[in-house]
């Protein structure tokens, strides 16, 4: 989208990083490996998961909790990059998760990813679906009764430094 002389205009989302550092320079490939959605850099747009992120960070490692805010131009992201987004907790999301989890790096063919977070609701049931305990029938019954709340990973740099902006950090 442009302005009447020509300049892009940002289509801003608000999105959250919760931890225990601020992060006014983000870095992809900075982190643990083996998540969710690949090795990435995470944010979301529910200020309240950030936030359960950051004080469970802040816990393990005994420090203070910070909330890190910053504007995406998703619209730009997903017109650009290679994107996957899941918009429910199904066997496509279940398998993505499995696989980057284990370390098949599925992720790696994306610039971005959008979905559900494996979170305390869901995540006993993708632990034993991956152990062997359950079935995949019975694990998608499973997360069937579960709304997917939201994470973003930017696994591009380049994506990252051109659309993901710096607003400020906040103690918690």
Known sequence: M???LGERIMNELIVYHGGT???EMPVCKFGRKNL???HGFYVTNLREQAISWAYNMA????M???INRYKLDRDAVLREARCKIFKSYDEEWLEFIVANRSGENVADEYDYVEGGVANDRVVDTVNLYIAGLIELSSALRELSKHQPNNQMCILN???LNRYLVYEGTEEL
């Open 36 to 38: 969710d959605f690949g």
């Open 157 to 159: 740099q380049e994506i």
């Open 64 to 66: 203070p909790a910070l």
């Open 2 to 4: 442009f302005n009447k």
């Open 21 to 23: 550092e601020r992060i």
């Open 59 to 62: 816990k393990s490692r005994n």
